[in-house]
């Protein structure tokens, strides 16, 4: 969680990026737009035999962001903020090399219910093993 | 306790290990022939030849040395194998010389690569106990 933390740090059309979630009317002006992400249900199965046998585990990272155009907007602004965080997490190094797999899976709006606002939520899943007896 | 599971045990072949084990199985076949005289109640069977197999599934990693030999046996190489050694624990294991017959490398979408394998056994197998 720690790499996507830093692979969004690296989003440069993300001026503020936090673990701490905010409703988006408490995120200041200048942090906008911002991106929340949180690591939520992970599955987890065998995946090798043997003394060092591996667990494969499959976590959902879920991403809220929010964007903002006094104008309204917000539309262009979203779609290429989407673009730019999954570009940035499916291709960065470090976080591809800690990891077997990252896929995009869904992408939910506010479907513009909140005037010059865009809330979003991207919903990313990470493949990855690690030592059964290290756990995790 | 005695029972075993899949933490333990794994391939080895020439004495290397294949990396990334999904499921290892070792069949070993006793064959029978049916010499029953014509109107016998109960049939008179007799022990034939024994045989003996190894398949398996691997997930595929480039780095891992075992495969690679495996890889190279069925591309370049001759194919058989002087000793294969099916592990049931650390320490216990089914061996004997082999010849591969079998590789497929499998690609899948939301999949990591999978090599399956099989292996027929061309010579006795031995069990060595030292658990």
Known sequence: MDSVIRTLDGVPHLRYVSEKFQTYDEVPAKHLPCAFPIDTNEELEPYTIGDAALIHGKL???ITCYVFSETGDVRQQRTELIQ???RY???DTLLGSLILDIEPRSIQTD????????????????DYVYTRTDGG | ??????????????????????????????DVGDVTPFGVEWKEIVALGKGWSVSGTVYNSTGDGGLSNFRTEFVSGDRSCTELRFYETTANSFYGACIFTNFTYTKGVGNVDQVTFTAQGTSGLTYATTD
């Open chain 1, 60 to 62: 959902t990272i879920l």
């Open chain 1, 84 to 86: 730019e965080i999954t």
């Open chain 1, 89 to 91: 997490l499916l291709t």
């Open chain 1, 111 to 126: 479907q513009g219910m909140i005037e010059n606002y865009s809330l979003f939520n991207m919903e990313f899943e990470i």
């Open chain 2, 1 to 30: 306790m005695a029972i075993t599971k899949h933490t333990k045990g794994y391939v080895t072949v020439s004495g290397t290990t294949i990396g990334n084990q999904s499921n290892m199985t070792l069949t070993i076949d006793g």
